[in-house]
């Protein structure tokens, strides 16, 4: 009789324990620890835009900021893991909240930020970007289920052509050549899309039996080849002469690095800290990135994409930059 | 030769085959409020690494087939330890508190990826070193005719946890707001009760043959000397090595029957319904018409439903037949097992057995997948499906036709 009494006596005190920390989890932060403006964002030139990381209730909403400027941040009321922007087109990756197994909105904008397409896949965002033309968005997600390991994840990346009207859930089913020969293998990631100008010629990252490699692909054909290994999350200048991309350590971490296409030549940036970001090109010079902070916070920096200079703090509490260039 | 089992184990108040012990209703009680708190974990970890904390998961994906071999080992460490100083439910007690502390660990870990690798570990090592001695426990404090049923019941409170668990975390999710750390705080309590439950209402069963002094570690190999149990480890491990992951099975069903990628994270919860529903029935079939001989059916349907994946059918019925059999497969297989496991060994051994027969087949397992992956990708899915149905079907027939189940009087 003691054993049962002592029992339900833990049992209370365990579940009361574990809804006192879930209730007491409710409450955030009230008020925004970095001040924000609410008002409507619209997608234009010399503008910044980027995930809102602050604590408070506009956390990981959509926000803008004057490029040049130390203006109060302008918050949207649209929720946001990654957003990515091209010629007046929007792509946002939202997680969809409390679900499981987890579901992401690809939600399209136009450049009023009016929803011109939504779809619902299932994973977690990683990567969004958009074809410079603003005529294809693509993007990844992180699943799991289907990998070898019980708790493995995988990475799918997909693409949705606006003109066509045309969903790709994932790109994994597009011919690949390594070495001049057809490669086929079950354990095949993408991921990191960046479509070049002619909105056709795209380069991502494959992954396959403990090797990455830089696929260049071609859309209308849809088959790709193998060009380089060891460049992750690739990102094509707009002069399309160079790929950023994050360049895998020895030891696990990434290194920011630049490739020239043409001589394959690598580049390290000035930024030694643990890029996990697709990174982005400012213009032909700058490239911007989220790094985590040592708080484990999120900011945007930038360096210099020729190797020289040192980083610089562009936006402290902010994931996802997003600019538009061109 | 060992004779095992010349008295009965019981502890049964009930009438023989009518009701199972309860010592196994209060170990499978602990394992479906342990399976709630670690699929809870299991279902939020991919947001929370990557979301929650911005990581690339795919390096976890790396670190997780390290994790298979080890566990492996542990599992043997965990068995030899429970019969060595005779407390089962000391060592099984442990593997659980473990698993529990790795759920508050979780969040010490912070974002340093080592750390979480080494979380996660130690979950695992929790995991490996319960097994044996909670299966041994079943075994001891069932009756000697009905431990199908016994198994088949615990089993099935197995799998009613690990269809709580997500629902739990959904739960949490909405009321704390999408904050992970509820999420990992609400599953270290819930561990937690399952230790208490443990310690409160389970039983340890010391066996009451073989010396009063510590085993020594060979004692374990030497089980392989009963030439029954030997058999039995030997077929089992064989029968794994012929197997089709489940991942993979879910990967070859999306690729013929263009299974939606929404509707692909619920397939494994098609198999786990059915072997929900069927464990018990299933275990006292087993104990009705021989253990061995459900667990060689259940290959044979398993057989079949590898049949249909490459077979010349389509549609989304084959897909959900696959899923059936796939669980019938379950239900047939994994506690029909350690049942028929049980009789062949000696009390005081009976924890290192089921370690060494558990890690065979779970090292046959880890063999199969490389092989398979490798033969996916050398001669494509369909060629490789077919081989390895092929391949089942003969070892299932060798292993029916050889009847190494017969069983001691």
New interface residues.
Partial sequence: MR??L??VL??LV??G??IG???S??T?AAVNAVPVQNGTIELGPDRLYFRNTAAGPDEGKLASLPSASSAVRLVDGLKC?RFALAKGTGICLA?Q???????TDVVVVGRDMSVVYKK???G???RARVSPDGKIVYWTV???????????????AGLYDLEKKQLV??IEEMAVYVDGRRY????I?YWGITFAGDGNRFYATM?SK?KTHLVEADYQDFNGKATLENVECPSLSPDEKRIAFKQRNPD?TWRLSVVELATRKIVRTAETGNV?DQPLWRDNTTLLY?L?GSD?G?DIWSVPANGSGAPVLVVPDA?SPAVLAR | MYLADTRAAGTTKGKIGRRVSGNVLALGMVSLVTDISAEMV??????YL??G??????????L??LY?GATALVRLVGGHAADRWRRLKAVAGIGYGLSAASKLGLLAA??S?PAIGAVLAVDRAGKGIRTAPRDALISLSSEPESLGRSFGVHRAMDTIGAFLG?LV??V????????Y??VF??SF??A??GV??LV??VRDRPPTDGPAKPVPVRSMLQLLRIPGFRRLCGWAAALALISV????L??AL?RNFDVS??M??L??LGTAGVYLLLAVPLGRLADKYGRWRVFVGGHLVMATALGLVCGPFAGWWIAVCVLVLHGVFYAATDGVLMAAAGPWLPEHLRASGMALIQTGQALARMVS?VLF?LA??LW??RPTMIVVAVGLLVVTIAAALLKPWEKPA
């Fill in positions: 054993k049962i002592v029992t833990g049992v365990l579940a324990a574990a920390y879930v209730v989890a409710r955030g893991d997680l909240p409390g679900v499981l197994p987890p579901i619902s896949l299932p977690t965002p990683s992180f699943v799991t289920g289907d990998s070898y390991a019980a708790t493995g994840f995988s990475t799918r859930k994932s086929r293998s079950s354990d990631n992954a403990g696990g996990d989220g985590t484990g999120s994931a | 299991t279902a939020v970890l991919p947001l990557v979301v904390l911005g990581l690339n998961p795919l390096q976890f994906g790396l997780d087939g298979a912070g974002s990826v997500p975390a959904m949490v999710l909405w009321g704390s707001l999408g904050d750390s509820s705080v609400t309590c819930i937690t009760i208490l439950v409160a209402f992951t489940d991942s993979f879910y990967l999306q990628t929404t692909f994270p397939l494994p997948a992956g996916w990708t494509d899915l």
